[in-house]
């Protein structure tokens, strides 16, 4: 069965110019790819080593602490509301792990590359999409229909496709598995109906979705019945139906890929729109042209063309808090199906400071007027916190919010090799299961891509670019202390990433002797790089003792969004978070006109 792709054309990518990168080597060999290059200019425009200097000390409305895809996506919205709107990134390009590079040549994603209902005409189930459509971008993306499976009893193609998902589930798990999954899509489809009645582009986190869910009229009463059961694990449903060991550990699988997490942890409402999105009539898979960082340029042009201003090379070292610590109001709201009470009780946030390229002069001060909002994780943000003069209920907040579970980290390796006599219908996606007995542990899960399958242009000619990762569960304790300098590290590092190696050689069997280039990300890695505590994938919330909270804090003016918030983990998840908090921020009117543009 050959594989097929098919061209969505949009906009070309642009060119390229000097930067650095998520991976670990020498300054000069990194180039920001593709699209990013606009973005290392806009920082170079600042001043002349690319550093935004104590003159970009500015007053704003709203500023964002991040650029990760929940990041833009919110300041893309604010800016398309009216807002003025700053985004202070700490690394020389936008993205935060959505972001690429480039060494000798080769274009590199830096993280996911698995898309679905991103390209198109039309609106979509998936927020990031009703994001764009929202600031009028797109992204070129070829379209595709299947990955394949490698694991220890073979390997099998997976379809982006209903009927021929559901017979892969036979093939493979035999009579029973097909019936089991054909009674969970019965137990689904209400569920995914009742989801795609509400779209992410109409929820906000006060009490003006009120307002925006009644233009769905008496149908969203559906919704309002399976919010329950979408807020619940994912488990919820299963248990209901599967028996079959096989599919079970299928399904265990799917969720881990998607949330770092089981089905007994991960929340229904994730499921429910990637199997309704990959599975329906029509569905694709989508790889955009250049790589994500087309879609992190697609959102940084709706920024920039609605007034919005990036900083890059901008390190946030402190959130800015003023006032009292007297109980200012008491707010209650409905949000996903649930009431939501809190005090706002800490004062307020009125803007951050920016650290300065050179240390013997004093840091930039940027003044929010009427917010800031981190999209650093939920640990990070506890960092940029003033820690002295807070009041007891804002240290039991801040000690709740650092104790929040997290996900293990990640090990990459990123390659450029010789394609020669490579086989021409070499599939750009592939998952590796070593052993179905425990999917968490670590190093037992392996993500590959190739898109020069689709996009030769990420590679010299006759070369090719592989990325290939293990995501959530890399321990992160093995690395701590470690000298990323030191022999024992880079060690440390080739031994980690030898399962990636066998992972590879079944894919690409002669892979090691093809490499011309050679990068490995480690914990570190992620934790220098992109700010993030532990190097962690993500939080893991699990939906069977509460769910991720939503974009307002207990400091009045603060608020967050990013996949510490609502709805979760993973790029359609982060993007989301954006949205909502984008329209809980803009006034209910503005979003409704917004909903009416976009036809919803």
């Not at 003033?386 to 709740?400: F, V």
Request: aromatic fraction near 8%.
């Amino acid at each position: 069965m050959q594989r097929k792709a098919t061209l969505v054309p949009c906009r070309p990518r642009l060119s390229n110019t000097a930067g650095r990168s998520l991976c670990e080597r020498k300054k000069s060999f990194f180039k920001p790819s593709c699209a990013t290059a606009t973005q290392h200019k806009a920082a170079e425009s600042a001043s002349g080593d690319g550093q935004e200097s104590p003159s970009a000390s500015h007053e704003t409305d709203f500023v964002v602490v991040g650029s990760g895809i929940g990041g833009l996506c919110c300041a893309a919205l604010l800016a398309r509301y009216g807002y003025r709107v700053t985004v202070c990134e700490s690394h020389y390009v936008l993205g935060g792990a959505a972001h690429g590079f480039e060494v000798k040549g080769h274009h590199f994603d830096a993280g996911p590359s698995f898309f679905a209902g991103l390209s198109g005409e039309g609106n979509s189930s998936n927020p990031l999409k009703q994001v764009l459509n929202a600031i009028e971008e797109k992204v070129e993306c070829v379209t595709y229909d299947r990955w394949v499976n490698h694991t220890p009893e073979g390997s099998f193609p997976v379809v982006c496709n209903g009927d021929r998902y559901a017979e892969m589930v036979r093939t493979q798990g035999g009579e029973a598995a097909l019936q089991q999954w054909r009674a969970l899509e019965d137990k689904m489809r209400p569920l995914q109906q009742g989801a795609a009645l509400f779209p992410a582009a109409a929820l906000r986190s006060d009490p003006g979705v009120v307002l925006s869910m009644l233009r769905f009229g008496p149908k969203l009463a559906l919704t309002g019945l399976q919010a329950p059961t979408l807020t619940a694990p994912f488990a919820k449903v299963v248990d209901q139906v599967v028996t079959d060991p096989w599919l079970r550990k299928f399904l265990d699988l799917e969720c881990f890929v998607l949330s770092g997490m089981l089905a007994k942890d991960t929340i229904c409402a994730e499921m429910a729109f990637m199997l309704m999105e990959r599975n329906r009539p029509g569905s694709t898979i989508d790889y955009p042209m250049g790589g994500t960082s087309s879609i992190v340029d697609a959102l940084r042009r709706g920024i920039e063309k609605n007034g919005g201003k990036i900083m890059l090379r901008s390190h946030v070292e402190e959130i800015l808090v003023e006032g009292d610590a007297a109980v200012d109001h008491f707010e209650a709201f409905f949000f996903l199906g649930r009431f939501l009470f809190f005090f706002v009780f800490c004062g307020q946030a009125v803007g951050v400071k920016v650290r300065a390229a050179n240390p013997k002069k004093p840091s930039a001060v940027i003044k929010a007027r009427k917010g800031v909002v981190t999209n650093a994780s939920v640990w990070d943000t506890q960092g940029l916190l003033p820690n002295q003069d807070i009041t007891p209920k804002q240290r039991d907040w801040s000690s709740e919010a650092k104790q929040t579970p997290q996900t293990g980290s990640f090990m990459h390796l990123h390659l450029g090799i010789d394609a020669t006599g490579l086989d021409p219908d070499l599939d750009c996606h592939h998952l590796v299961v070593n052993d179905w007995h425990d999917l968490e542990a670590s190093q037992n899960v392996c993500i590959i891509s190739i898109p020069t399958v689709f996009d030769k242009s990420l590679a010299p000619a006759g070369k090719a670019t592989i990325h290939a990762y293990v995501a959530a569960n890399e321990p992160y304790g093995i690395w701590e202390g470690l000298d990323r300098k030191s022999k024992e590290y880079k060690n440390l590092k080739e031994q980690r990433a030898e399962p990636l190696w066998k992972a590879l050689e079944r894919v690409i069997p002669d892979i090691r002797k093809r490499a011309e280039v050679t990068l490995i990300g480690s914990p570190l890695t992620h934790e220098f790089w992109l700010r993030r505590n532990k190097g962690t994938y993500g939080a893991a919330i699990s939906a069977r003792h509460g769910s991720f909270p939503g974009p307002q804090t207990p400091i009045k003016g603060l608020y967050r969004c990013g996949d510490s918030t609502q709805p979760g983990i993973g790029v359609p998840a982060a993007a989301a978070s954006g949205m909502i908090t984008a329209n809980t921020l803009a006034p209910i009117w503005s979003h409704l006109k917004m909903l009416d543009q976009l036809h919803m």
